[in-house]
């Protein structure tokens, strides 16, 4: 089989995954996935949420998302952070293009490259991975 090819059918079977992943999520107005992989291995994962300990709760009375919720990549990058394993050279699978603030997590982890599904309204993370030189990849038909 073609490497691009093959690489094309593992893209996508990982960001299935991360879609699956995002199902494990409390918050009501979006749930988000993240697989971690690295060598064709899983090394992390992680959806969005409240922080270990918290109340299984994303959103305040009025729909809007607490603040100190984490965004699915920053879950499965801190997740990488507590084993033994490095995300050194990894590719993240992610259901919505990064925000800023992960972004720069992804760049900080050595992750070089993200596939998402969903591009978010708000590039400016995509613009800084780009500009960092990490491979940005979206893949709309999973």
């Not at 997740?79 to 992804?106: D, F, H, R, W």
């Not at 490259?113 to 309204?121: D, K, M, Q, S, T």
């Amino acid at each position: 089989m073609d490497t691009a090819l093959k690489q094309e059918l593992l893209d996508k079977r990982y960001l299935r995954m991360a879609a699956i992943w995002a199902e494990n999520s409390y918050c009501q107005r979006r749930k988000v996935g993240a697989i971690l992989v690295k060598g064709q291995m899983i090394i992390s994962d992680g959806f969005n949420g409240t922080p270990a300990g918290f109340e299984n709760i994303c959103e305040d009375n009025d729909g809007i998302t607490k603040p100190y919720v984490l965004h699915a990549e920053a879950n499965a990058i801190t997740k990488v952070a507590c084993s033994n394993n490095s995300s050194q050279g990894s590719t993240l699978y992610v259901t919505a293009s990064p925000c800023l603030e992960c972004a720069k997590l992804i760049i900080q982890a050595g992750i070089k490259r993200v596939v998402f599904n969903e591009l978010y309204r708000i590039t400016d993370g995509i613009d800084l991975l780009k500009r960092a030189g990490i491979e940005c990849r979206q893949i709309e038909n999973i």
